[in-house]
T-cell receptor
Framework: DAGVTQSPTHLIKTRGQQVTLRCSPKSGHDTVSWYQQALGQGPQFIFQYYEEEERQRGNFPDRFSGHQFPNYSSELNVNALLLGDSALYLC?????????????FGPGTRLTVT | RKEVEQDPGPFNVPEGATVAFNCTYSNSASQSFFWYRQDCRKEPKLLMSVYSSGNEDGRFTAQLNRASQYISLLIRDSKLSDSATYLCVVNPRTGRRALTFGSGTRLQVQP
């Protein structure tokens, strides 16, 4: 049973460019959340997708957008990259509503903006 | 004030020691609580959920005090393999909601 997978593993982009990151959730999971983790910080919530719609969003600008596909996989798009967007981007998936709401993380995509 | 606050450490302890981490959260309506473990340059992994009655998993014990909005994690008989960053995590509401992470407490267990 494959866990959460993400691609690519590493990415280097130039300021002003656009980037797309991909995530496949754990088998049986229907909800995908994206987080940004800067060095030395905990993950910060970007947004969450369920039933192909954005259900909740954190304090991130509109430059950050996403999509969920019918097979529950998801993409995170970031436009007009800034140096401050350099971080580890984590995707997490979860089962349909459970009392404890556990999430399972993928290995992340490390984005460097130069 | 941060929504979830943790002592960043690092905590440097010898093998076999007992170590405790604390965490406070600001949203009194928070419903679910967790400890995640994150190894260097890896993804966070769920260590354990935290319940009001307290729960134990082997050498790990988690406690929740809703009145004080305080969560703790106790690790007994520390192993070298316990060296990692421990993230205190809160789910503000039930259902498909975002997790709010603390900045993490770094533990280094020394031989």
């Amino acid at each position: 049973d494959a866990g959460v997978t993400q691609s690519p593993t590493h990415l280097i982009k130039t300021r002003g460019q656009q980037v797309t990151l991909r995530c496949s959730p754990k088998s049986g999971h229907d909800t995908v959340s994206w987080y940004q983790q800067a060095l030395g910080q905990g993950p910060q919530f970007i947004f969450q997708y369920y039933e192909e719609e954005e259900r909740q969003r954190g304090n991130f600008p509109d430059r950050f957008s996403g999509h969920q596909f019918p097979n529950y996989s998801s993409e995170l798009n970031v436009n007009a990259l800034l140096l401050g967007d350099s971080a580890l981007y984590l995707c997490a998936s979860s089962l349909p509503d459970r009392g404890t709401y556990e999430q399972y993380f993928g290995p992340g995509t490390r984005l460097t903006v130069t | 004030r941060k929504e979830v606050e943790q002592d960043p450490g690092p905590f440097n302890v010898p093998e076999g020691a007992t170590v405790a981490f604390n965490c406070t959260y600001s949203n009194s309506a928070s419903q679910s609580f967790f400890w995640y473990r994150q190894d260097c340059r890896k993804e966070p992994k769920l260590l354990m959920s935290v319940y009001s009655s307290g729960n134990e998993d082997g050498r790990f014990t988690a406690q929740l005090n809703r009145a004080s909005q305080y969560i703790s994690l106790l690790i007994r008989d520390s192993k070298l393999s316990d060296s990692a960053t421990y993230l205190c995590v809160v789910n503000p509401r039930t259902g498909r909601r975002a997790l709010t992470f603390g900045s993490g407490t770094r533990l280094q267990v020394q031989p």
